[in-house]
């Protein structure tokens, strides 16, 4: 018994010991002066397309500090962090100050543009049996003609739903060709969009090269790291691809199309993408405000840069080619299915 | 802060052994043995890969370990590991869930006991591994990262003991003097796996293990122990990390009839 009391004892003994609440960094300063410099900072160690967007950020700092100082409320403080934040001319970036907010985002003069693309407008006038949304919640699929099958992706936001794309194979495996409608998908999972895409070969291959920030110098960046499409799912589609793209394809969209545009039985049709690649990061200001900023730097296979020039198709069909009022005609489509007529 | 406080246990142990320090018997203060405890540690991170700001939290601890004399050289190996959800302290925002796990091979040489072995104490080498994978919620709720820290590193150990109480105290300490450092620059990304490693020596990664323990026989084959480790690290870099982990177990060894002492 008394052995047993005094193993006890020493047990409370270390248990109190074990008590200790240690302070490994002071609190954090959420000034206005201390929230400024702590973005300017991050973005400073982080952001990797300085050298790309042309860029000088210390005088970019100096020019924003003196306003994020002289701001009189947290609304006035954001505008300006999110100014600054534009000077990077980067859709990756942006500010979401608060819980609920919505980001302040940078808008490039494109993105103002009408659309040139109407989801309804196919939906009525081209698909036919389409597939239920029950079955297939992320896509929108169909048939064009007796042989040409339709699947548009509209976001790849999500995790895992490649089964619904394997479900859809499965269900227009009769076809001959297909259209793939990324038109407007301003992305979402990188992971997701190439597992997607992975349906569509039948033999990996390198896309891209990406070199990721990696130090505190604006140009400390990996090597290239090459991004390979591998098959995925339980069938690729090995026919003639048609991919539709416009303006409005952004990030793992683009990377989408990236992928798929180098294979040989894809031909693209429409317009160039946004060029928005940065891989965005999320950060956190001391008063629990986020930001993102673009990790990497994209390149094609023959190491041109991505950002802000997108990726183009092989198949143009301008801008505002579609048509108004009850006339109104998908010009992209319409070229696509004269070309699946042409190729039988 | 750590260096210090193991220096000033090796001293006090020291101090309490004896001079005539001839060998009688194994000089090993643990016997071959195996050894499992379960228990409770307090995690505080700070991560500037993340935000800077610290983290706290509490979670189980489970640990296994075994130790073996092998012609009067005492292998001791540890492995211990844990789940915790930590909340920001000092004002942070946010929220972090953590699975940490440390494994530690250390090779000690006696170099004093006295003659009845009632203080030992050995000294020698430490490997040590730490990894650490954290899940960091945003406290706009706009969504999660997960970062990664990696520590292996080798350095100087100790190990002391004296019988006390009807049982032994343990104290014992290692030190990291050279280290590799896996800790990706931003966020883990699928592409760049290992990204982030780097060679620490001690001007640039500080920190150390101290563990004290009590055990005491509970039957003729079966020891219970009771320790408290503390475990930090010190990382001054571009994304600099400081991270202390306590840890209070509770559990009993496993010795052979013919390993008492």
Same mark, same amino acid.
């Given at each position: ?25 002071a ?10 410099d702590q ?38 403080f ?22 609920g ?11 103002y ?6 989801s ?32 548009r ?36 999972n ?62 793992s ?68 080619s579609?048509?108004n ?20 | ?32 043995s ?51 959800? #930590? $909340? ?5 925002? @946010?929220? *972090? &869930?953590? /699975? ?6 250390? !090779? ?27 899940r ?34 343990f ?9 590799v450092v ?22 640039? #990664? $500080? ?5 004290? @323990?009590? *055990? &005491?026989p /509970? ?6 122990? !009771? ?35």
């Amino acid at each position: 018994m008394m052995k047993h009391r005094t193993f006890l004892l020493g047990a409370a003994a270390l248990a109190v010991t074990a008590c200790a609440d240690p302070t490994l960094v002071a609190p954090a300063d959420k000034s206005y002066a201390a929230l400024f410099d702590q973005m300017w900072h991050e973005t400073d160690l982080t952001y990797s397309m300085f050298d790309v967007k042309r860029v000088n950020w210390d005088s970019v700092g100096a020019v924003y500090r003196p306003r994020a100082l002289a701001a009189q409320s947290d609304f006035a403080f954001a505008r300006v962090l999110s100014d600054m934040l534009s000077s990077l001319h980067d859709r990756h970036v942006s500010l979401t100050p608060g819980r609920g907010a919505m980001p302040l985002t940078y808008q490039a003069a494109s993105d103002y543009q009408p659309l040139d693309f109407d989801s309804t407008l196919v939906e009525r006038a081209y698909l036919t049996r389409r597939l239920s949304a029950a079955t297939v919640p992320h896509l929108d699929a169909g048939w064009l003609s007796a042989t040409v099958a339709y699947i548009r992706f509209p976001s790849f936001v999500g995790n895992d739903w490649g089964g619904e794309l394997d479900a859809a194979l499965d269900s227009l495996r009769s076809a001959t060709q297909l259209v793939i409608d990324v038109r407007c998908n301003p992305g979402g999972n990188y992971e997701l969009a190439l597992d997607l895409a992975g349906r569509f070969t039948d033999q990996s291959s390198v896309f891209g090269y990406v070199r990721i920030r990696n130090g505190p110098k604006h140009d400390d960046l990996t090597d290239p790291i090459a991004e390979t499409l591998r098959p995925t799912g339980k069938r690729q589609f090995n026919g003639t691809i048609y991919l539709l793209t416009n303006r409005r394809v952004f990030s793992s969209a683009e990377n989408f199309a990236l992928a798929l545009r180098q294979l040989p039985n894809v031909v693209t049709v429409g317009d160039t993408t946004g060029g928005s690649s940065g891989r965005p990061v999320t950060r956190e200001l001391a008063n629990g405000w986020t930001y993102e900023l673009s990790t990497w730097i994209e390149y094609t296979t023959d190491h041109r840069v991505l950002e802000d020039a997108g990726v183009a198709p092989t198949v143009v069909v301008p801008r505002g080619s579609s048509g108004n009022g009850a006339g109104k005609r998908d010009a992209v489509l319409d070229r696509v299915l004269a070309l699946a007529a042409t190729r039988g | 802060m750590l260096t210090k406080h193991a220096a000033r246990l090796a001293l006090v142990v020291l101090a309490a052994v004896p001079v005539a320090v001839l060998a009688q018997g194994e000089p090993c203060a643990r016997p071959t043995s195996l050894v499992a405890s379960f228990g409770l540690t307090q995690s505080d991170r700070a991560d500037a890969a993340i935000n800077g700001s610290q983290y706290q939290g509490r979670g189980p601890q489970l640990s296994v370990g075994a130790a073996a004399n092998v012609r009067s050289i005492c292998i001791e190996a540890f492995a211990t590991g844990g789940a915790r959800y #930590l $909340r920001p302290v000092g004002g942070g925002f @946010g929220s *972090e &869930r953590i /699975l940490e796990g440390r494994a530690e091979l250390s !090779v000690l040489k006696p170099v004093a006991w006295s003659s009845d072995n009632r203080a030992t104490l050995a000294v020698g080498l430490s490997a040590q591994v730490t990894a650490t994978n954290t899940r960091h919620a945003f406290g706009d709720a706009s969504g999660v990262s997960k970062y990664r820290l990696g520590v292996g590193s080798l350095g100087p150990a100790f190990d002391a003991s004296y019988r006390a109480m009807g049982g032994r105290l343990f104290a014992g300490a290692s030190i990291p003097l050279v280290s590799v450092v896996d800790h990706p620059y931003v966020a883990v990304s699928s592409l760049d796996p290992m990204a982030g490693l780097r060679v620490a020596t001690w001007s640039s #990664l $500080r920190g150390g293990n101290v563990d004290l @323990g009590y *055990e &005491r026989p /509970l039957s003729r084959l079966v020891t219970g122990t !009771v320790a408290y480790q503390v475990n930090g690290i010190r990382y001054d870099d571009v994304r600099p990390v400081r991270t202390l982990s306590q840890m209070l177990t509770f559990g009993f060894r496993l010795t052979r009839p013919t390993e008492r002492r």
